[in-house]
């Protein structure tokens, strides 16, 4: 599990593990991390995003190790192949402890031979202990005094193997500002790989919002844990790889703010029949869902929940939807409305369902029973829900649920999942690159698996089906709605793998094969 913190919660950390050691130990520390992996990017290690192996046992064999850690290159491989000696770095040096961490690093890269220059962001605020340092190993200072912007500072960073980013650190708020960033337009003009202390500067921490000019990095180094905005989009748009350096926090922090699941996260959630199991103790799901507007939509969904475990699928609805269910999953039992189901587990409403049936909708949301509501099953929303719920709304629907502007869903993701939360006690599965999944009691995690491969007409509609099926199996909406969105995505990247742009059925069929792969030995 890949856990981030809030920014205040990394300072509480700090100050109690600095209280403990001596003076300056802790930035030694990072310094040294950081310094390596700018090493191993000269050398060009590092990994890119969206390049899994399609084959999903190959994939989960040789990705296990860093399958669902954020990764990936901004836009380019490296332009260098060699290491330290030889290479041409540039500081981009803050105020404060961010830049000294750049500035130490760069005294440990000058010392390996390397050509480092510095462009000092704010003259006034430099961490003097570390511009000592990085002079004595031989680093240059290439701005001019007070004016970080100079002819010299712009050939610099044009002829850069790496750019280091130390200009802000985590408690930097609203953008980049002036000077910097019109350094952050030269960076994005060069050719160089860009390593981020910290986070990349200009992105907020806390909220992964981006709310003015900020840098793009290729690979980000962290210190002591993740931050949340490395992991959450817009700004996680902008981190590339990610590389934690242990500066031994980890006894001093709270428990997360936000969570990321890895492959192993889900083979060990994922349910496993027992040698008892029967297809009620799988999980019989209910579906709601279709129309004669839709008749897709239901298919695809019932696929999902088939493909995804459940024991049984009870499909209610017209015949005319009801006979495509039959005819593609003859698995399915068909009634003609909820209220004729039977037994249940749980249900999934609202994918396809058009216009009316909306006291068919009341009856399965007053059930009492766990339920999952997706598209047009949110325009039908109790005003507070008082039984388990999975609420799975693309930023468009939460907008309307939120009574918002998309642009604003979708700048402030963070926020409205987790306020709407907190409004309907249900957990919410906001769609998008990165997922988010968010319960009701303020925990949120983050799905690594998403691919623009997702983005084709019934997609959602697979991941109702699976979420739905894994809700009747027992697990809780945070757990199914978290597994669902990981798996979906991996059957994403692999459908994409066989035919480039796939359809949403090209991805249900993509399913079974990715939970071969899942299940445990």
């Known amino acids: 599990m890949i856990r981030a913190h809030s920014v205040a919660d990394v300072r509480a950390a700090e100050a109690t593990l600095m209280a403990t050691l001596p003076e300056g130990e802790l930035m030694q520390r990072a310094a040294a991390g950081l310094a390596a992996v700018c090493v191993r990017s000269l050398r060009g290690e590092h990994g890119h995003r969206g390049t899994r192996n399609t084959d999903p046992e190959l994939w989960l064999r040789e990705t296990g190790e860093s399958a669902g850690r954020p990764g990936g290159s901004r836009r380019r ?102 000077d910097a960033a019109k350094l952050a337009e030269l960076v994005a003009d060069a050719p160089g790989h860009v390593v981020a202390v910290d986070l990349p500067s200009g992105i907020d921490a806390d909220t992964g919002e981006t709310s003015g000019p900020h840098m793009r990095a290729d690979t980000t180094v962290t210190f002591g844990t ?6 959450v989009d817009p700004a996680a748009e902008a981190v590339g790889h990610v590389e934690l350096v242990d500066i031994g926090l980890g006894p001093h922090l709270p428990a997360p ?81 909820a209220a004729a189901a039977g037994r249940v ?74 306020q709407a939360a907190r409004r309907w006690n249900a957990t919410v599965l906001l769609k998008g690159s990165t997922t988010l999944v968010a319960a009701p009691d303020g925990r949120v995690r983050v799905n690594p698996t998403g691919t623009p491969a ?43 793998g066989s035919s480039g742009r796939p359809s949403a059925s090209d991805i249900l069929d993509a399913l079974p094969g990715v939970l071969a792969a899942l299940c445990r030995p």
């Open 345 to 418: 587990q749980a249900w999934a409403v609202g994918s396809g369902l058009g216009d009316g049936r909306d006291d068919e909708v009341a009856t399965v949301l007053s059930s009492g029973l766990p339920v999952l509501v997706d598209a047009d099953g949110l325009r039908r929303l109790p005003s507070r829900f008082e039984t388990p719920a999975l609420l799975t709304p693309h930023a468009g629907e939460l907008a309307r649920m939120a009574r918002a502007e998309r642009a604003d869903v979708e700048a402030r993701r963070l926020h409205h999942v987790v």
């Open 77 to 178: 491989g490296e332009r260098r192949r060699g290491g330290p000696y030889g290479a041409r770095i540039v500081l981009l040096v803050g105020g404060g402890d961010n830049g000294g961490d750049a500035l130490w690093a760069g005294a440990r890269l000058a010392r390996r031979g390397a050509r480092v220059d510095a462009v000092l962001v704010r003259h006034d605020r430099v961490h003097a202990d570390g511009l000592g340092a990085f002079r004595a190993a031989g680093g240059a200072v290439v701005s001019g005094d007070g004016d970080p912007i100079t002819p010299g500072t712009a050939d610099a960073i044009r002829r850069a193997d790496l750019v280091v980013d130390g200009i802000l650190g985590i408690g930097g708020r609203g953008g980049l500002r002036d």
């Open 257 to 337: 703010a936000v969570e990321m699941l890895e492959l192993a996260d889900v083979v060990e959630l994922f349910p496993e029949p027992a040698r008892n199991t029967d297809k009620y103790r799988r999980g019989v799901l209910g579906l709601l869902a279709g129309s004669a507007q839709y008749k897709g939509a239901a298919v695809l969904a019932a696929g999902g929940a088939v493909h995804g475990g459940a024991g049984m699928v009870r499909y209610a609805g017209p015949d005319a939807v009801a006979g495509n269910v039959l005819e593609r999953w003859p698995e399915t039992v068909v009634t003609p409305d």
């Open 454 to 496: 997702l983005a084709t007409a019934g997609s959602g509609d697979v991941l109702a089906g699976l979420a739905g099926a894994l809700l009747a199996a027992g697990l809780s909406p945070l757990d199914a709605g978290s597994l669902a969105a990981y798996v979906h995505g991996m059957a994403g990247q692999v459908a994409a």
């Open 226 to 231: 993740h931050k949340i905005g490395l992991l």
